[in-house]
């Protein structure tokens, strides 16, 4: 089985900035991510990014924006995510299992690469990004300068510190 590491996207790969980013000039890639997920990925870990994206049954962006962001994510750090996983749905439209907290996007990436969730990680900077790892077995990782959830195993405030959480490293600084 596999191993791997599922990314929230906005507040873990890019600036949270507060509002539904709309426009690609304000989808800004958080500096710096690229070498930690190169250690994750030179660790044997997959990297599948599982993000909520109302914003498409909103109205207010395309599927195709989404995956313009996620090209510039995949820019920024040389090609090395595997997947993206998104849920374009929104409670005020229609119910959907994809969106998180709930969990399908997540099992539909365990059954596509064979997954251990044992052995995998969530990293997410919301709570609702914690809670279906933990239904799943898998280790998370609360990524927040604010109250850690229930849902975490660990609390971090960036990027580098739960890659050195996973690896089991010492952050040195």
């Not at 927040?144 to 195993?153: C, F, G, L, M, P």
């Amino acid at each position: 089985m596999t191993k791997c590491v599922f990314l929230d996207r906005d507040g873990v790969l890019n600036e949270e900035l507060g509002y539904q980013v709309t426009k690609p000039e304000e989808f800004k890639v958080k500096e710096g991510i690229a070498e930690p997920l190169k250690q994750l990925k030179e660790a044997g870990y997959l990297l599948i990014v599982i993000t909520n994206q109302s914003g498409i049954a909103k109205g207010n962006y395309t599927e195709d924006f989404v995956l313009e962001c996620h090209e510039r994510i995949q820019q920024a750090c040389g090609g090395i995510l595997d997947d993206l996983y998104f849920a374009p749905g929104h409670e005020s439209v229609s119910k959907s299992l994809l969106r998180k907290p709930d969990s399908l996007m997540f099992e539909k990436a365990i059954a596509k690469y064979n997954i251990d969730p044992a052995q995998s990680w969530m990293i997410g900077d919301k709570e609702r990004d914690l809670i279906p790892a933990k239904k799943l077995g898998i280790g998370s990782i609360h990524l927040t300068d604010k109250e850690v959830s229930e849902y975490a195993d660990f609390k971090v405030s960036d990027l580098t510190e739960a890659v050195a959480e996973i690896l089991n490293v010492k952050v040195e600084g």
